[in-house]
């Protein structure tokens, strides 16, 4: 068996491209067919704009501390927590005066 060693896509921290982000930078570490694995650092007043995805995303924090909404609930999001944004629903996630560091797992093709 030979070893299978593939690039993947940024190993470097690069701004979050999308409007209405800021202070957010994201590493992509893994992108297949049906998962991708990202991380996502946010300074102080950073914040992911809200908007809803077409796969289900689980957010690990794993460093840090930050708020999250989802549809109409909100709550504070800390270190060794994680929760699940589902498919289609809007979702936002953001800091005040804190930096949180996480890890988004996005379920390709998974409506739930």
Do not use: Y
């Not at 289609?88 to 379920?107: A, N, Q």
Request: aromatic share 6%.
């Amino acid at each position: 068996m030979a070893l299978d060693i593939q690039p993947i896509r940024s190993v470097d921290w690069l701004p979050l491209p999308f409007d209405g982000c800021r202070n957010v930078s994201v590493k992509m570490l893994l992108k297949l067919d049906h998962l991708g694995l990202a991380l996502l650092r946010f300074e102080p007043d950073g914040t992911i704009h809200e908007h809803a995805a077409d796969m289900a995303i689980d957010v690990i924090c794993l460093e840090g501390a930050g708020m999250v909404s989802v549809g109409n609930e909100q709550g504070a999001l800390r270190a060794g927590q994680r929760l699940r944004w589902p498919s289609g629903v809007p979702h936002r996630l953001w800091t005040t005066d804190s930096t949180m560091l996480t890890l988004m797992v996005e379920h390709f093709g998974t409506a739930v």
